[in-house]
């Protein structure tokens, strides 16, 4: 009986060994060596339905001298992007192989860029690509170029970055801690797309043409306005790609622009950002202005009424310190207090009210979300989202109010330089 068995055991073994060498996962590797990294991507509207793509490569590093390319000069991927056309993005990525001496991978992608004629026509052909080709990761940052892609790749050069893959991330945490634009991945902006009764936005890519002609800052014709419009912000020298305010996006359409302040409170009523820098009017001191760092530890507080047309009431808790001014009042005195309070109040609230009909009367963006804090008032989801919010948006009754709170006054009571007039009061830390 044994005998009759050994033929069966050696075809089970056998039959394992090769279920092993099938499973083993190595059949379809790829060696760094034979890799062309690309870290960042910009897609760009072509003619005839077809897409361009540019492609920022890593460029290789050697360990030994921490330098890319070793001799014979440098690389291409070092000097700027390359770019090839193609239906798709998958098209254009397969083309790039007929040139690049690597094999073109995504997995380090950080960042894609949408030209802006693309993204007003649409994102949905690309988002389709994107969610299904396993190498775009979730967690990749999105951007759009105000303009072309391809300009904001070819002329971005970075002032502390040396690492390609780093730069995103770095830029996000900035974005996180100003709130002068928005910072938004793949997964965020495709979940947001997908819900009923809400809109999506996108951090703005711009070149400044004025530091691109003059990168050394040499020139001075006068000075320009102050400004946080995109590629229109007031400098010299520096990287001349600017990442400023943002893009609205309502069915996965371009439909419209904010600047940088208007993205700053837009992030407050999101209650993204807990302590932003703002500065106002000096409320004593014609022509002067005052910067406050903010704290807002509470989120906004929605009420909405339904009807035709809609009320939204926004409160917005804030606490603040004066981190400088320039007039010579004392704030520490509590009737001047109670009325810079007063007068923070309603310079404020005007500036959100402003920034909130900008977005649902004018575009019908709603980013905050506001139908979120209504969708209580529904008996059934399908009662919220059969409910024209979209159109209740364009004649809405919408008002903020802010309750600001100043408790410090920097690290100095009195003004400074003030003389004898406040000679007895004391300074010193609060």
């Known amino acids: 009986m044994g005998k009759r068995m050994r033929p069966a055991r050696w075809c089970t073994v056998a039959a394992l060994a090769a279920l092993c060498g099938m ?4 059949y379809d590797r790829k060696e760094l060596e034979q890799q062309a990294f690309v870290t960042t991507l910009g897609i760009d ?28 000069g440098e690389p291409l991927a070092g000097t700027g992007p390359v770019t090839f056309r193609g239906h798709n993005i998958m098209e254009a990525l397969t083309i790039a192989n007929s040139s690049v001496e690597r094999a073109m991978s995504l997995d380090h992608l950080g960042q894609v860029i949408f030209g802006e004629e693309l993204a007003r026509e649409g994102l949905s052909d690309e988002l389709q690509a994107m969610t299904r080709f396993r190498e775009f990761r979730p967690s990749l940052y999105l951007g759009v170029a105000h303009g072309r892609a391809h300009d904001i790749i070819a002329a971005d050069k970075p002032v502390l970055e040396h690492s390609p893959t780093r730069m995103p991330d770095s830029i996000a945490d900035v974005g996180q801690r100003s709130g002068l634009f928005p910072v938004v991945s793949l997964h965020d902006f495709v979940t947001v797309s997908s819900e009923h ?8 890519l711009s070149v400044n043409q004025e530091v691109q002609q003059n990168p050394q800052g040499q020139k001075d014709d006068g000075g320009q306005p102050m400004s946080f419009s995109p590629g229109r912000v007031a400098r010299s020298g520096g990287n001349p790609v600017e990442w400023m305010g943002a893009a609205l996006f ?19 009523l999101q209650g993204r950002i807990k302590r932003p820098q703002m500065t106002v009017p000096d409320p004593l001191t014609k022509g002067q202005f005052l910067s406050l760092a903010l704290k807002a530890e509470r989120g906004p507080v929605y009420t909405v009424a339904l009807g035709n047309p809609m009320k939204i009431r926004v409160l917005v808790p804030m606490e603040a310190d004066v981190a400088s001014m320039k007039g010579s009042a004392n704030y520490s005195l509590p009737q001047t207090r109670l009325r810079v309070e007063q007068a923070l109040n309603e310079e404020l609230a005007g500036q959100f009210t402003s920034v909130l009909q900008l977005l649902l009367n004018r575009y019908q963006c709603d980013v905050v979300p506001v139908s979120l804090h209504a969708r209580h008032l529904f008996p059934t ?24 709170h100043l408790r410090r006054f920097g690290v100095q009571l009195a003004p400074a330089g003030d003389g004898n007039q406040n000679h007895s009061q004391s300074t010193g830390k609060v």
């Open 381 to 404: 989801h399908q009662a919220y989202i059969s409910y024209p919010w979209e159109d209740r948006l364009k004649d809405a009754d919408v008002q903020v109010n802010v309750r600001l």
């Open 250 to 268: 309502k069915e996965g359409k371009l439909v419209g622009t904010i600047d940088g302040q208007q993205a700053m409170l837009i992030a407050i």
């Open 45 to 72: 509207k072509a003619p005839d339905g077809l897409i361009d793509c540019t492609f920022r490569i890593a460029l290789p590093q050697n360990p030994a001298t921490s330098s890319g390319g070793g001799k014979g």
């Open 23 to 26: 499973t083993s996962g190595c």
């Open 197 to 204: 009764h809400m809109a999506a936005m996108i951090p703005m």
